[in-house]
């Protein structure tokens, strides 16, 4: 009795379903409400809370809005560095996290992020296969694979990422400054 249609974003098996999506983030309805009922787990249960930084990730790079959104734009950028420091520095995710954050900020002032071309489609896993989990244990490890699947995904632009980086942490590492 459930019909389920693929997201036009991510290709995830979403439920047909007619309601919101997120304002920049581009979904499908019912691939959007996977991911709040995820994210919803996750700021309920411990058990699934730890892999809250993957799935914001890797749902945000898989489904980018309008590149004349300017918000749009940022937002991937910013998660697709986030998932450099994750799977190309095997940064932890708490330390990855800091430097999301203070990416975003340096971001705000220098604008180095610029729109895109996103990938033709994504390969692996999607929301549909976290949602669709119903062990803890599992969770964390999915939401990993999720998160390496959608960042290969991006490979395109890694060198543009990287470069965005570079950008950053120049301004940011004193010792390397001209006084
Ligand atoms: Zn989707």
């Known amino acids: 009795m459930e019909e389920y249609v693929p997201c036009f974003s991510c290709g995830a098996k979403s439920l047909s379903f007619k309601g919101e ?3 920049y983030m581009l979904a499908s309805p019912g691939c959007y409400e996977m991911f709040k009922e995820v994210l ?10 730890k892999a ?13 809005g309008e590149i004349s ?8 950028g910013i998660h697709l560095v986030s998932l450099y420091f994750l799977f190309e520095k095997n940064y932890d995710l708490e330390k990855s996290a800091e430097i999301k954050m203070k990416f ?3 971001n705000k002032t220098n ?3 610029h729109p895109l071309e996103r990938p033709e489609e ?3 896993l999607t929301i549909f296969d976290i949602w669709d989990n119903e062990d803890p244990e599992k969770h964390f490890e999915l939401c990993k694979r999720w998160a390496l699947n959608a960042w290969n995904s991006w490979r ?3 060198n543009t990422v990287e470069k965005w980086v570079t950008i950053f942490l120049n301004e940011k590492m004193p010792k390397r400054r001209n006084h």
Not at 52 to 64: G, I, K, L
Not at 69 to 76: E, G, L, P
Request: net charge negative; proline share 2%.
């Open 111 to 113: 604008e180095v992020v």
């Open 52 to 64: 809250n930084h993957y799935t914001v990730d890797s749902y945000a790079v898989q489904h980018p």
């Open 40 to 49: 919803a787990r996750e700021y309920s249960d411990f058990g699934y809370a």
């Open 122 to 124: 994504f390969e692996g």
């Open 69 to 76: 959104n300017k918000k749009a734009v940022n937002s991937v």
């Open 104 to 106: 975003a900020e340096f």
């Open 156 to 158: 395109k632009q890694h």
């Open 21 to 23: 999506c997120h304002t």
